[in-house]
T-cell receptor, first 110, second 115 residues
Framework: LAKTTQPISMDSYEGQEVNITCSHN???????ITWYQQFPSQGPRFIIQ?????VTNEVASLFIPADRKSSTLSLPRVSLSDTAVYYC???????????WGAGTKLIIKP | KAGVTQTPRYLIKTRGQQVTLSCSPI?????VSWYQQTPGQGLQFLFE???????NKGNFPGRFSGRQFSNSRSEMNVSTLELGDSALYLC??????????????FGEGSRLTVL
């Protein structure tokens, strides 16, 4: 059963690139990796999803190495509004289990 | 396309009472999952329903229960409320399979306060 581990907190500055890594050592072959963003008192919001290698959309990139034991969410040129909690999720296709990380609190400073 | 709707948004109960929360998923979504989130804490998975069947369950006591109706709407119930049940309860909907596993759409949550 996959377990996800991510840093509790990180901080950075406006305009920097931020990388948040999630470890998922026991990920199964068909499992997908998804990242969410959550602001206080709101439900999490989908950022990006991937299976292997690299996925990019208009807000982020997701890097997944060949062994898939970790994944890295990359946020380019962050702004103050990117201050939020970021969750890593492993979705187990075989039994539909959803394994959530504990969340990384990202603080962006001016 | 309407998003996930949770009702009520806020409610106050006293210890020993019970509460029922409702979640209407996005049209076409058959999976509904529920989460408890206390201040400063992450998402604690309660249970997931797919086509009216509970497919997965987290580690919560039996006081927490749920169900899903044929139209995919879901309810969760907490009986014999305790102070520690005060939390934001989030519902998420999804298509529920294959590559969509993990692609979830969350509601704004129901904030429960137990006095």
């Amino acid at each position: 059963l996959a377990k996800t581990t991510q840093p509790i907190s990180m901080d950075s500055y406006e305009g920097q690139e931020v990388n948040i890594t999630c470890s998922h050592n026991n990920i199964a072959t068909n499992d997908y990796i998804t990242w969410y963003q959550q602001f206080p008192s709101q439900g999490p919001r989908f950022i990006i999803q991937g299976y292997k290698t690299k996925v990019t959309n208009e807000v982020a990139s997701l890097f997944i190495p060949a062994d898939r034991k970790s994944s890295t969410l990359s946020l380019p040129r962050v702004s103050l509004s990117d201050t939020a909690v970021y969750y890593c999720l492993v979705g187990a296709v075989s039994n539909y289990q959803l394994i959530w990380g504990a969340g990384t609190k990202l603080i962006i400073k001016p | 396309k309407a998003g996930v709707t949770q009702t009520p948004r806020y409610l106050i109960k006293t210890r020993g009472q019970q509460v029922t929360l409702s979640c209407s998923p996005i049209s076409g979504h058959r999976s509904v999952s529920w989460y408890q989130q206390t201040p400063g804490q992450g998402l604690q998975f309660l249970f997931e329903y797919f086509s009216e069947t509970q497919r997965n369950k987290g580690n919560f006591p039996g006081r927490f229960s749920g169900r899903q109706f044929s139209n995919s709407r879901s309810e969760m119930n907490v009986s014999t409320l305790e102070l520690g049940d005060s939390a934001l309860y989030l519902c998420a909907s999804g298509l529920g399979g294959g590559s969509s596993t993990g692609e979830l759409f969350f509601g704004e949550g129901s904030r429960l306060t137990v006095l």
